[in-house]
T-cell receptor, first 111, second 113 residues
């Protein structure tokens, strides 16, 4: 079993829709949680970073962490065609240095 | 632009050859990470350096080696290349050693023929 599981999609939504992207994890030592956006094999771009359970909002993006359920989500409101990309969840334990990534969810927002 | 610079962007080489990938971290960042991304394996952590010293090692093959220089730039050396080494190699940097906020470069696309 992988430490981080992410629905690979692909996910296709109409412009303006609310998008929900999810990851589950098995390692209870994970403390820091991130979401990255990657356009067609470009470098992953850090979107959101959080370390506590609850919600963190940044513009149209909301990151949600539920440590008791080992579940994290990224919500995108008012989705735009420019949001079309692969979204990667990533996490790390406090004492570890490297990130453990999910496999990525490919999102297409249709105009 | 993340501020992490990688060269070369694209590289085609033959099996058995050796290549060097170069990375300049963001200004002020002391940690440098190397990741490999292939179609079937996703993003895999290879190795981390912090202020010139190796801090963590992941799934890095013995044919691969890395170092971080006093000016904090890093190089990833890949030798005895095989077809399966074809992948995107990303460098990333962060200000601390604990890997909480990591910023990636645009990658070096290696094709082994």
């Amino acid at each position: 079993q992988k430490e981080v599981e992410q629905d690979p999609g692909p996910l296709s939504v109409p412009e303006g829709a609310i998008v929900s992207l999810n990851c589950t994890y098995s390692n209870s030592a994970f403390q820091y949680f991130m979401w990255y956006r990657q356009y067609s094999r470009k470098g992953p771009e850090l979107l959101m970073y959080t370390y506590s359970s609850g919600n963190k909002e940044d513009g149209r993006f909301t990151a949600q962490v539920d440590k008791s359920s080992k579940y994290i989500s990224l919500f995108i409101r008012d989705s735009q065609p420019s949001d079309s990309a692969t979204y990667l969840c990533a996490m790390t334990a406090g004492s570890a240095r490297q990130l453990t990534f999910g496999s990525g969810t490919q999102l297409t927002v249709l105009p | 632009d993340s501020g992490v610079t990688q060269t070369p962007k694209h590289l085609i080489t033959a099996t058995g050859q050796r290549v060097t990938l170069r990375c300049s971290p963001r200004s002020g960042d002391l940690s440098v990470y190397w990741y490999q991304q292939s179609l079937d394996q996703g993003l895999q952590f290879l190795i981390q350096y912090y202020n010139g010293e190796e801090r963590a090692k992941g799934n890095i093959l013995e044919r691969f080696s890395a170092q971080q220089f006093p000016d904090l730039h890093s190089e990833l050396n890949l030798s005895s290349l095989e077809l399966g080494d074809s992948a995107l190699y990303f460098c990333a940097s962060s200000p601390t050693a604990v890997g909480d906020t990591i910023y990636f470069g645009e990658g070096s696309w290696l094709t082994v023929v």
